[in-house]
């Protein structure tokens, strides 16, 4: 071969391997894209998801498929998300449990895994008990968890899902031993309250609104900095002298190396869905807090609570 035919050779093959990235961001998506809820049906996490995908359908030519798989606090669906082809046809609800589960040893992956494309909610957790139970404020539950050291079972979402850690920074900070009893999500947990199997839920005030205001649940105490505008009459654990604020969050994420034309589509239609009345009005009617961030935004936020959960992971004595 002349080393003229092997320099155009060499020139088309490198023409061939810059050539797909043009296409890959005109054309995406070409066919629908898939959407991982790491929770059940019925959650919070499952409810922000769906009223999602149905306003980003408006902006995207292809269809967005939500699939629920669930199991391991988090860790089955996210693994699922994380050792997805990058190239944007399986997208994943990232929540907080992405910053969590690595330090407690139970995921193959890290934070560093996943690129955020928007944050799109956030909500605090709560204590919530069954209407009939004799505690009518958290002094009074605590009191009894006290006084029974390992009897009283809070439900969660999971082992080092965002909402057993709420539950286990409560009792460290009061001197509470709960007996914490995992879920696929949190509303099993909460059916399990309803049918008086547990004693409490340590989950958001959006997942238990509906059967508080139907009489049948109590909250007690919201684990934030502020009361909960829904229920403005239910005090903060910083009130009670309690210095716990837990929260969770929820948003879109794409596998690590994604290529970033495919990014930005995503990161573009993401802005126009939650700017969409009708996804603002479902997370309204679930009582859901509408928390925009932008992907540079979002960065910054499981960057802080990488840190953040690290750390008290590592005071609560069960990082690994």
């Keep these: 071969m002349t080393l003229d035919r092997r320099t155009l050779l060499v020139a088309g093959l490198g023409a061939l391997a810059l050539g797909p990235a043009p296409a890959l961001a005109q054309d995406y998506p070409a066919r629908p894209v898939e959407l ?32 629920n798989k669930t199991g391991a606090g988090g860790a089955i669906g996210l693994t699922e998300v994380m050792s997805a082809r990058p190239d944007g046809y399986k997208l994943g609800v990232g929540t907080v449990e992405m910053t969590m589960l690595p330090h407690l040893g139970t995921a193959r992956f890290t934070a560093e895994d996943f690129v955020p494309i928007a944050l799109l909610n956030a909500e605090p957790s709560a204590i919530t008990v069954h209407a009939q139970a004799p505690w009518r404020t958290v002094e009074e539950f605590l009191a009894h968890a006290r006084a029974y050291p390992d009897k009283v079972r809070v439900g969660n979402s999971g082992v080092g899902a965002i909402w057993h850690l709420a539950a286990e920074q409560l009792g460290h900070k009061s001197g509470v031993k709960f007996s914490h009893v995992p879920y696929a999500g949190a509303n099993p947990a909460i059916n399990d309250l309803m049918g008086g199997h547990i004693e409490a839920v340590s989950v958001s005030p959006a997942e238990v609104a509906q059967h ?3 009489g049948k649940l109590r909250l007690l105490a919201v684990m934030a900095d502020q009361r909960a505008k829904r229920f403005p009459d239910v005090p903060t654990l910083k009130e009670k002298g309690i210095d716990v604020s837990v929260s969770t969050w929820r948003g879109i994420v794409a596998p690590k190396r994604t290529p970033q034309p495919v990014v930005d589509t995503l990161r573009s239609a993401a ?21 925009w961030a932008d992907a540079p935004a979002f960065q910054k936020v499981i960057e802080r609570d990488n840190a953040f959960f690290k750390g008290l992971m590592g005071e609560l004595g069960i990082a690994r």
Excluded: M, N, W, Y
């Design 271 to 291: 802005r126009k869905a939650a700017d969409e009345p009708d996804f603002r009005d479902a997370l309204a009617r679930l009582d859901l807090t509408h928390a």
């Design 36 to 67: 991982i809820v790491p929770f059940p049906a019925g959650g919070g996490t499952d409810a922000v998801a769906r009223a999602f995908a149905d306003s980003l359908r408006k902006h995207l030519p292809q269809s967005v498929v939500v699939a």
């Design 212 to 214: 508080v205001a139907g």
